[in-house]
């Protein structure tokens, strides 16, 4: 992609673009190789990013709010954790039978709510969440409320199962690397560059003939498709699954990892998922002080890198010393 | 020359031996507790942490395990099944902890099982048993079986009143779902109906509209089944309703059925431990286990409910006594020599593990007391 006339990256600047996605790559790339208890931790991390992905579609390209994103992740988690634990399916049908059901719900949910804005639209997926969260809890004789689900296998195909933590983290890797590249083919296609116009300004998206109401509603199909995924992929990695695990708090952390690695951005997503898993981490032995810290250490970055360490590099671009042209240069593209 | 190079090799021979001996004098018998120090589990798992805090100082104080020191390891699993795994498996992969003894949060020890079960250490827990019988075979439970706290105040119903209708008030909780159950099925072996059973949340700020149902189906006592803050508000919403209703408490702090105690006076009832009632229980070795706690208890935290403190004592000892029968510190070894302890005395009750059993306690140990004057007396 050209640079546009009117910025200039310095060195540092793209160097700072690209240091925390290599970062986030190369502690995954460690966590690989050394094992122990950071294998869970970058596992959880990935899983997050696939959940992330999917909420960045929706809040980042689409620029609408989505507070019931853990909704999705519990049916898709619940419906991989059911059928192979209750019914014996194997757990690769039982993920993509849950993505299905994700998006119908998705569809189903979507048609009536996508037509508020702003605040409205955030409450009514607030809602959904609670909806959701309050189902699995009290339809005890499929979800077996609080007592959770155990024995969920892992995944695998046919009688060849993934059940060492390395295999595990690689194969969450490469489930993170499709899902961001299918994020960037999203970003890329027709359809990406409809939802970033309507997240500019639904009428002036509408006077370009993009139908507001489909891409808003095939935007949230999407994202739900990816919480889905990530629900399903948590019960096969952790083989339990219980109501709290899909609560609001999932969604605060998909939030905070969001703004955190950097909304409307590819690797925004897994730079935050990373972060936010490893900070806690890396303030543990603070013990009671944990949290005030970790809580300290979320407000300087916000503050410091307010659109997300994946965009920390645009804070080093400079205004060009020369006035900005009256007319594009010829074979600029608009 | 000679003599100096076998000198200086006899010289390194005794460093490299004493070295040996101090590193295996500093060898530490490593205990893991996942515990949920904040969430909805604080109140319940900081108890149990305190009383495994107590226990430690004292077992160091005698000396250790076998000449080995208990060394504690808290980790927070903040009540989530999710937080539950991460901290075992980093008390399992980088702390390389010998056994755990972890805290109540159900749904954080059935999440880490399959790992714990993997890694061959024997799980002492405050929670139910996890749901899978390759896991159950590594976990223990020190809880009591969720059908002696329902029978102590069938029982009482029975035998001391003509109340023959009782309304369950429960939590979604895993433990207060099966008493739940134990309530519903249980009744008619002591001529009770149940005609009404309620589920809250536990921030319910109101319980109204369910105590109303209760009493217009001719429910005179509510037996409720869950911990914290919503008993006394369950109380409350008794007297401000003007009935004449009997609460009956399920196990909990003392400091919960103090002031539920003082708004219901001798309406309100309770499931109480026999550390709560530790003037009240006769001589014997129940009371005498109870009093060697309980001074070290009260000596750092005053007039604190022992309960939970008291059964997190209870399986550092239980746990104490395998390892001195398998003559090991090895989880396998361990694991084996707990399904061998029966009759063990704890300030809970009796504990008979066995290779079928692992919920130790299988007697009922509970009573059925009130509060008069801000003190427990037993009914």
């Known amino acids: ?334 | 020359m000679k003599t100096v190079r076998v000198l200086s090799i006899a010289t390194s021979l005794a460093a490299a031996a004493a070295f040996t001996t101090a590193a295996q004098a500093q060898e530490v018998y490593k205990i893991g507790v996942s515990a949920g120090l904040t969430g909805y589990a604080a109140a319940v798992d900081r108890a149990w942490r305190d009383g495994l805090e107590v226990a430690v100082e004292y077992v160091n104080s005698k000396g250790g395990i076998m000449g080995r020191k208990v060394q504690l390891i808290v980790e927070d699993n903040k009540s989530e099944p999710q937080e539950a795994v991460t901290v075992y498996r980093k008390m399992i992969g980088s702390d390389k902890v010998d056994i755990f003894i972890s805290g109540c949060v159900s749904a954080g020890n059935f999440a880490a099982a399959p790992f714990v079960t993997r890694a061959q250490i024997p799980m002492m827990l405050c929670s139910i048993l996890p749901p899978q019988p390759d896991q159950v075979k590594w976990a223990f439970s020190f809880l009591a079986p969720p059908r002696f706290e329902v029978e102590t105040r069938y029982a009482y119903l029975k035998d001391k009143t003509q109340i023959r209708k009782v309304g369950v008030l429960h939590d979604p909780s895993p433990y207060a779902n099966l008493q739940k159950d134990i309530a519903v099925k249980s009744a008619a072996n002591f001529g009770i109906e149940v005609p009404v059973v309620e589920q809250y949340k536990t921030d319910d700020a109101d319980f109204s509209p369910q105590l109303s149902k209760m009493n217009a189906a001719g429910a005179k006592a509510v037996m409720k089944i869950g911990l914290g803050g919503s008993t006394l508000t369950v109380a409350k919403n008794i007297k401000q309703l003007g009935q004449d209703t009997l609460l009956l408490g399920s196990v909990d702090d003392l400091a919960v059925f103090k002031p539920a105690g003082e708004t219901l006076g001798p309406q309100f009832l309770f499931v109480a431990a026999p550390a709560q009632i530790y003037d009240a229980l006769p001589d014997g070795a129940l009371k005498q286990e109870i009093g060697r706690f309980l001074p070290l208890w009260r000596a750092k935290q005053g007039d604190r409910d022992p309960f939970w403190a008291g059964k997190a004592w209870d399986a550092l000892m239980v746990t104490i006594a395998a390892i001195e029968r398998a003559k090991s510190f090895e989880g396998p070894k361990v694991r084996d020599a707990v399904e061998t302890i029966s009759a063990f005395q704890g300030t809970g009750g009796v504990y008979n593990f066995s290779p079928t059993v692992h919920q130790g306690i299988t007697e009922n140990p509970f009573f059925l007391a009130t509060m008069v004057g801000g003190k427990v007396q037993v009914k």
């Open chain 1, 1 to 334: 992609m050209p640079t546009l006339p009117t910025t200039i990256s310095t060195n540092a600047g793209l160097l700072l673009r690209y240091l925390p996605a290599v970062l986030a790559v190369g502690l995954i790339a460690y966590a690989i190789v050394a094992g122990g208890h950071f294998v869970t931790l970058a596992g959880f991390a990935l899983i997050y990013a696939v959940f992330v992905t999917g909420l960045n579609i929706f809040m980042g390209y689409a620029g609408q709010a989505s507070f019931g994103q853990n909704a999705f992740a519990a049916i898709g988690g619940y419906a991989s954790a059911v059928l192979t634990a209750t019914y014996g399916w194997p757990p690769i049908p039982a993920l993509i039978v849950g993505a299905a059901g994700a998006a119908l719900c998705a569809v189903v949910i979507g048609y009536p709510t996508l037509r508020l804005r702003g605040h409205y639209l955030a409450m009514a997926t607030l809602a959904i969440g609670l909806i959701v969260y309050e189902v699995t809890v009290q339809w005890q004789s499929v979800t077996q409320g609080y007592m959770g689900i155990s024995g969920i296998p892992p995944l695998g195909i046919g009688s060849w199962e993934v059940t060492s933590d390395r295999a595990q983290l690689i194969m969450l890797s490469i489930v993170v690397t499709l899902c961001m590249a299918s994020a960037w083919l999203i970003r890329n296609s027709r359809f990406g560059r409809a939802i970033v116009a309507l997240s500019g300004s639904e009428d002036a998206a509408r006077a370009l003939g993009v139908d507001v109401a489909r891409y808003k509603l095939a935007a949230f199909v999407v994202s739900a498709v990816y919480a889905s995924l990530a629900g399903s992929l948590f019960v096969h990695i952790v083989g339990f699954v219980s109501p709290e695990v899909f609560g609001m708090h999932m969604v605060i952390l998909g939030f905070t990892m969001l703004y955190v690695g950097g909304i409307g951005t590819i690797t925004g997503p897994l730079v935050g998922a990373i972060v936010i898993n490893l900070l806690p981490e890396t303030f543990r032995g603070l013990k009671d002080y944990q949290d005030l810290v970790y809580g300290a250490a979320l407000i300087l970055l916000l503050i410091y890198a307010p659109g997300g360490l994946a965009s920390l590099g645009n804070a080093l671009k400079r205004r060009p010393s020369t006035p900005i042209p009256a007319t594009a240069p010829k074979g600029a593209r608009p």
